[in-house]
Antibody, heavy 119, light 106 residues
């Protein structure tokens, strides 16, 4: 059974870069069948898909965040990562990693990690 | 991007009652729609994919229907563990988008 777990700093200063890692257990991140996504949810607001890594080094980002986002894979560690640059208070949210696929739903999800942007 | 509107925002019901949740898309998503259950402090849980297919291990009291722009999640008889927030999500058109959620409360 595949499980995902987010990790990273819970506090980031404004204008700095948010960096999170998702560790995948119970399955290989190298599988071409699956894609690897990040999703976030600001407090009291809805879910927002951030982007995904898939195939042979391909990425797909939400246009609203595209200029600031990078998602990458580390197959040696069975992890994928999120980098979000130039953060502001609006980036304060619970961040989730999840597995999806071509025209597929998100399953499973990680438990989420709260990231606060504050000086 | 495709906007998903969920209604009602909150549903106040009792255990044993039937819950009917709605999700409307701003344009057709065919059957590329999923439903998730989310409880505080837990990972969101996939309930339904392809608008009407139950995910592995999901009880048959949960059912999904609809296609195109109008979708429904029905919980036939609410159990105490079903009180949570439910989200719909479309994955037919990028970017993937989610509805605002329906809270099912006692």
């Amino acid at each position: 059974q595949v499980q995902l777990q987010e990790s990273g700093p819970g506090l980031v200063k404004p204008s700095q870069t948010l960096s999170l890692t998702c560790t995948v257990s119970g399955g290989s991140i190298s599988s071409n069948t699956y894609y690897w996504s990040w999703i976030r949810q600001p407090a009291g607001k809805g879910l927002e898909w951030i982007g995904r890594f898939y195939g042979a080094g391909r990425t797909n980002y939400n246009p609203s965040l595209k200029s600031r986002v990078t998602i990458s894979l580390d197959t040696s560690k069975n992890q994928f990562s999120l980098r979000l640059t130039s953060v502001t208070a609006a980036d304060t949210a619970m961040y989730y990693c999840a597995r999806d696929g071509s025209l597929k739903w998100f399953d499973p999800w990680g438990q989420g990690i709260l990231v606060t942007v504050s000086s | 991007e495709i906007l998903l509107t969920q209604s009602p925002g909150t549903l106040s019901l009792s255990p044993g009652e039937r819950a009917t949740l709605s999700c409307r898309a701003s344009q057709s998503v065919s059957s590329y729609l999923a439903w998730y259950q989310h409880k505080p402090g837990q990972a969101p849980r996939l309930l339904i994919y392809g608008a009407s297919s139950r995910a592995t291990g999901i009880p048959d009291r949960f059912s999904g229907s609809g296609s195109g722009t109008d979708f429904t999640l029905t919980i036939s008889r609410l159990e105490p563990e079903d009180f949570a927030v439910y989200y719909c999500q479309q994955y037919g058109s990028s970017p993937d988008t989610f509805g605002g959620g329906t809270k099912v409360e006692i």
